[in-house]
């Protein structure tokens, strides 16, 4: 077995970020102390149990309880895991508030709770933020709280950096244990170096296809911003196109957005047309950071149409169902999917939520959900504004139109015979383009976004 690596890591929060870093770091030999304010969540962990589901970190906590149990412990005291370890990661949350500008209570008391463990801390410690922040946070308001409380200064008793982390839901292992660059930002040389220094214990042969980018706190806290505001306008740009190409029959976005991400300056990720997207980072974090262009006084025209656009499709998606159904009020529809994404069960922002509103306003009598994972959170989003199938087949029963709003596997293998078996009329809208257009228009009313054939 190798040695234990020689900088212990403090880990203060234990969300998605946080706890797939931790487990990460601890299976490579890193002495990890997690820590969260939750008991529960403490406890769990500490059983070698994850608090929640992300793809392939339960099986590392399972490796990490049989094989090196002393690698990775949760308290919940930060003073106390900031004293002793050698590097600290914030990694808490940064949620969108009412105003729909950035919350950055959590990190305040983060920062506070540093700064009295450096009070009594007489070595060099690195401070590494990890959260999600709008440029200046780490600068003005993370490092003056804990210089404030400490009497420690950035770049002489403590180092400082901001390292923005790429994690998308499902794939936060795989994208912790295989990012396509690092950026840090830091506050001096020595904080970065000894930053770099952990990457190259921890990632080793991985970096040969790895950049480390170094730049300053400020540019590294508006990367993150970057790039989920360049990858929401992706999206809305192939919605818009969407919205081009029905305009006109025979248009296929999907062959469109094909054909542009070909181009080897663009690439074809993130050009998938549909409902729109949803999730906790993309309307949190260009709301964030318009909020606090305007805040400077600067109005930021893209980013607003990208929300508009991308809010807008699930207008849109209703408008083609009455084109195709006829008038939906007083119908029973369904919707299959409502988690904002498959392989979660994750409702933030989903864009169910946003068709559920739009079917209410023009008065549909019934609306029946089916997620195969997200019933429980849907609840929690709906009450009894909708109900709650178990199967498709019970979703469709006697349903007058359908909505394909998750591509979940179990959706991609239907055949056009399972809505025409069970639904009273079989009117479907596929909103993610997964259902073979020839197939399923030749047997059934259906439409799809961003494409309009001539009968
Ligand atoms: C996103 C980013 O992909 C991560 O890189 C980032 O680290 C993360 O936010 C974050 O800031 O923490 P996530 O929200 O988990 O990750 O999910 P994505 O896979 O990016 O999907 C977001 C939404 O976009 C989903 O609703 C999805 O259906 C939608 N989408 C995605 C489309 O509508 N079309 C596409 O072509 C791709």
Not at 254 to 266: S, T
Not at 312 to 330: F, P, R, S, T, Y
Request: aromatic content about 8%; glycine content about 6%.
């Amino acid at each position: 077995m190798r040695k234990m690596y020689k900088y212990k890591v403090s880990i203060l929060g234990t969300g998605f970020i946080g706890l797939c870093s931790a487990a990460c770091f601890a299976q490579k030999d890193i002495k990890v102390l997690a820590s969260t304010h939750n008991e529960k969540k403490a406890k769990m962990i500490n059983e070698g149990k994850a608090p929640f589901y992300e793809v392939g970190l339960q099986e590392i906590m399972d490796d990490l309880k049989k094989n090196k149990p002393e690698m990775l412990t949760c308290i919940t005291d930060p003073i106390k895991a900031v004293l002793e370890t050698d590097i600290s990661m914030i990694t808490q949350g940064t949620p969108m508030r009412e105003d729909k500008s950035i919350d950055l209570s959590f990190i305040e008391s983060t920062a506070r709770e540093i700064g009295e463990a450096l009070k009594q801390k007489d070595t060099y410690h690195l401070v590494v933020v990890r959260s999600t922040v709008v440029p200046g946070t780490t600068r003005n308001l993370i490092s003056k709280i804990i210089t404030d409380i400490s009497g420690k200064k950035p770049g002489e008793n403590y180092g400082l950096c901001m390292q923005p982390e790429f994690l998308a839901e499902g794939r936060s292992i795989e994208d912790t244990l295989h990012p396509d660059r690092i950026i840090i930002g830091e506050f001096d040389e020595k904080s970065g170096s000894m930053l770099q220094e952990f990457y190259e214990y921890f990632y080793e042969d991985h970096l040969k296809n790895c950049p480390i980018v170094r730049m300053n706190l400020e540019s590294a806290e508006l990367v993150k911003y970057g790039n989920n505001c360049l990858l929401s306008t992706k999206i809305s740009f192939a919605n818009e196109f969407a919205n081009l190409a029905q305009l006109v029959p025979n248009v296929d976005v999907v062959q469109v957005m094909k054909g542009v991400g070909l181009d080897y300056r663009i690439n074809p990720r993130f050009l998938g047309a549909g409902v729109g997207f949803g999730g906790s980072c993309f309307h949190k974090d260009v709301n964030a950071i318009m909020a606090w262009a305007k805040s400077k006084g600067y109005h930021p025209r893209l980013l607003e149409a990208v929300l508009d656009i991308n809010d807008d499709q699930a207008i849109k998606i209703v408008d083609i169902a009455e084109e195709l159904a006829g008038k939906l009020a007083g119908k029973r529809v369904t919707l299959l999917g409502l988690s904002f994404k498959p392989g979660t069960d994750d409702m933030r922002e989903a864009p169910s939520i946003r068709v559920v509103k739009e079917l209410r306003k023009r008065n549909v009598s019934e609306i029946i959900g089916y997620d195969p994972v997200a019933k429980e959170t849907a609840r929690a989003v709906f009450g009894d504004k909708i109900q709650y199938a178990n199967s498709v087949e019970e979703a469709l029963k006697d349903s007058e139109c359908a909505f394909l709003i998750t591509e979940w596997d179990e959706f991609k293998a239907l055949t056009p015979e399972t809505f025409k078996k069970y639904m009273k009329t079989p009117n479907l809208i596929d909103g993610r383009r997964i259902f073979d257009y020839e197939t399923f228009s030749r047997e059934l009313p259906f439409r799809a976004i961003g494409r309009v054939d001539l009968k």
